[in-house]
T-cell receptor, first 110, second 115 residues
Framework: AQRVTQPEKLLSVFKGAPVELKCNYSYSGSPELFWYVQYSRQRLQLLLRHISRESIKGFTADLNKGETSFHLKKPFAQEEDSAMYYCALSVWNYGQNFVFGPGTRLSVLP | KAGVTQTPRYLIKTRGQQVTLSCSPISGHRSVSWYQQTPGQGLQFLFEYFSETQRNKGNFPGRFSGRQFSNSRSEMNVSTLELGDSALYLC??????????????FGPGTRLTVL
């Protein structure tokens, strides 16, 4: 079955510290993975997709098929990064859109 | 351009009633997807409509249905409401391609409370 796990419900780091939000998936096929973010009182929005291989707001994520992971990283966290982060797996080939992980709330402390 | 809009923003219903939620996509977008968000189950995909046809469907009972109009606006209907249907219902619109290349834009959601 297609599944996305995010082991941390809440992650707190200090401003300027590195941050890593973990995401693991299970999928029979070639995975297509995404990170979505929801800032306070804002809509859910796409942060990055694995094929883009670019840094968005300083965040990067590498797809590791061997470890079935797609961790989100940023070397120096900023207070404005505080938000809810969702890892998502596209299951388009199975007749659906996304399977979302449960989300991790990132809190960047001053 | 205007973002995805959802109406109403808040709804209170009682068990057994039915409810209709509306979603207006971004102009030019032909795909509308619906999601249910609850504290226990998280974000779950309900269904997707593209050019007035249901293209994808999640694992929800038949009480959950939807439709899309020729102007791409979409409605979802939940019949015989249960307490467990209390949730935030999100819709998202896109041009209609695969998510890997076509970004989905989310609306603010409709908060449904079933008493």
């Amino acid at each position: 079955a297609q599944r996305v796990t995010q082991p941390e419900k809440l992650l707190s780091v200090f401003k300027g510290a590195p941050v890593e939000l973990k995401c693991n998936y299970s999928y029979s096929g070639s995975p297509e993975l995404f990170w979505y973010v929801q800032y306070s009182r804002q809509r859910l929005q796409l942060l990055l997709r694995h094929i883009s291989r670019e840094s968005i707001k300083g965040f990067t994520a590498d797809l590791n098929k061997g470890e079935t992971s797609f961790h989100l990283k940023k070397p120096f966290a900023q207070e404005e990064d505080s938000a809810m982060y969702y890892c998502a797996l596209s299951v388009w080939n199975y007749g659906q859109n996304f399977v979302f992980g449960p989300g991790t709330r990132l809190s960047v402390l001053p | 351009k205007a973002g995805v809009t959802q109406t109403p923003r808040y709804l209170i219903k009682t068990r057994g009633q039915q409810v209709t939620l509306s979603c207006s996509p971004i102009s030019g977008h032909r795909s509308v997807s619906w999601y249910q968000q609850t504290p226990g189950q998280g974000l779950q995909f309900l269904f997707e409509y593209f050019s007035e046809t249901q293209r994808n469907k999640g694992n929800f009972p038949g009480r959950f249905s939807g439709r899309q109009f020729s102007n791409s606006r979409s409605e979802m209907n939940v019949s015989t409401l249960e307490l467990g249907d209390s949730a935030l219902y999100l819709c998202a619109s896109s041009l209609g391609g695969r998510p890997i290349t076509d970004t989905q834009y989310f609306g603010p959601g409709t908060r449904l409370t079933v008493l």
